[in-house]
């Protein structure tokens, strides 16, 4: 994972205090990630790290919008991303990330790659169901739309008018109602 070096963030130097880490993520940030659900990705990351004496704090700030294509009319629409995340790095033994909200690396570590909580922050940020703004609003005018409105079924067609019924049901009719 060579590409995601840039995103790798070397602490040992840093004084203790707080730092700005800014970075602007596009689609070849998911390509690292084999992830092909956005048609198009423009979302920018505040990165405040504060560094103090036994841990680190990061707080992750997202803002952007990524492109994806409406679950109901398939039309690719631009989805507003705001999203933030708090995540603290202490140091012990061994690596573990159990704790969604923990890190803890190995004292020695002298750098920590933040790639996979900028792709995870942003992944679920976007709504689970995707529908275009358009189709609240009714200002969506796509191929799909027209076509289901086509063929939905009216109001005056799915009530039969009984000339419309063949006279041979009339007769079974009447055998249900002779009991």
């Not at 590409?3 to 390509?31: C, M, P, R, S, W």
């Not at 956005?38 to 004496?53: A, E, G, M, S, Y």
């Not at 492109?67 to 933030?84: G, K, S």
């Not at 790639?115 to 609240?136: N, W």
């Amino acid at each position: 994972m060579k590409a995601l070096k840039a995103y790798t963030i070397q602490f040992v130097g840093l004084k203790v205090g707080e730092h700005h880490f800014d970075y602007d993520i596009d689609n070849t940030f998911f390509n690292n990630f084999e992830y092909e659900e956005f048609n198009q990705v423009d979302v920018k990351i505040d990165l405040k790290l504060i560094k103090k004496t036994t841990l680190l704090e990061l707080f992750f700030d997202a803002s952007g919008y990524v492109n994806v294509n409406c679950d109901l009319t398939n039309e690719p629409y631009n989805q507003p991303i705001e999203d933030d995340y708090k995540l603290v790095v202490k140091f012990g033994a061994e690596y573990n990330d159990d704790n969604e909200d923990i890190l803890i690396v190995p004292h020695g570590e002298y750098e920590i790659n933040v790639a996979q909580y900028l792709y995870e922050l942003i992944v679920l940020a976007v709504p689970a169901k995707r529908i275009h703004p358009g189709i609240a609003d009714g200002t969506l005018k796509s191929d799909i739309l027209s076509k289901l409105e086509e063929l939905s079924p009216k109001n005056g067609d799915n009530e039969k008018k009984s000339e419309d019924i063949d006279p041979r049901w009339n007769n079974l009719k009447k055998l249900l109602t002779d009991k």
